[in-house]
């Protein structure tokens, strides 16, 4: 029954590491989100796909890369992970523009060494 | 440009009524949500205005006044589960899909 899942919930790397998080919702949005807050808990916008078209791509290094293989699914994929980019990492979706709510997944706690 | 200024930490004890104020400036004005998120959990969803006045929900209601560029979320009854970061957030001018961030209040409600 959970509605927006990301794995994995932790992740522990080495720099210069590769990496993936999976999210996927059963809400039936058409939105779909990465946030990452950092440790003084700001929300950054990452990406956002709505029906698999990429609508936001913030100031993003190039070595983050989201995936939408369908409007259910968003993945981000991370290259050659620095000790920066240690954070939570949230996938949300919504239901048309954004004053509609985002349900948010439960984060995935990334943590480079 | 688009911003969203909270204050950073509330304390209050149990029982009591808190107000988070948000004041914003921008250059169009849509609405306001407001977040809840525990240490360690997810933020959701607690309440949007999209015009001028009060809208509540149980112990929680949202205030908003466009003319000012301010809104509030008011906490009534506080209860320890309440000991929580609060967000607002509003839609950004240029991109109707996308949400400009306060900075989070961090409420600590003691016994």
């Known amino acids: 029954d959970t509605a927006v899942s990301q794995t994995p919930k932790y992740l522990v790397t080495q720099m210069g590491n590769d990496k993936s998080i999976k999210c996927e919702q059963n809400l039936g949005h058409d939105t779909m989100y990465w946030y990452k807050q950092d440790s003084k808990k700001f929300l950054k916008i990452m990406f956002s796909?709505?029906?698999?078209?990429?609508?936001i791509n913030e100031t993003v290094p190039n070595r983050f890369s989201p995936k939408s293989p369908d409007k259910a699914h968003l993945n981000l994929h991370i290259n050659s992970l620095e000790l920066g980019d240690s954070a939570v990492y949230f996938c949300a979706s919504s239901q048309g523009t954004g004053d509609s709510p985002l349900h948010f997944g439960n984060g995935t706690r990334l943590t480079v060494t | 440009g688009q911003s969203l200024e909270q204050p950073s930490e509330v304390t209050a004890v149990e029982g009591a009524i808190v107000q988070i104020n948000c004041t914003y400036q921008t250059s169009g004005f849509y609405g306001l949500s407001w977040y809840q998120q525990h240490d360690g959990g997810a933020p959701t969803f607690l309440s949007y205005n999209a015009l001028d006045g009060l809208e509540e929900t149980g112990r929680f209601s949202s205030f908003l006044s466009r003319s000012d560029s301010y809104g509030y979320l008011l906490l009534q009854e506080l209860q320890m589960k309440d000991s929580a970061s609060y967000f607002c957030?509003?839609?950004?001018?240029?991109?109707?899909?996308?949400?400009?961030w306060g900075l989070g209040t961090s409420l600590a409600v003691n016994p």
């Open positions: 957030a509003s839609r950004h001018a240029g991109n109707n899909r996308k949400l400009i």
């Open positions: 796909y709505n029906n698999k078209e990429l609508i």
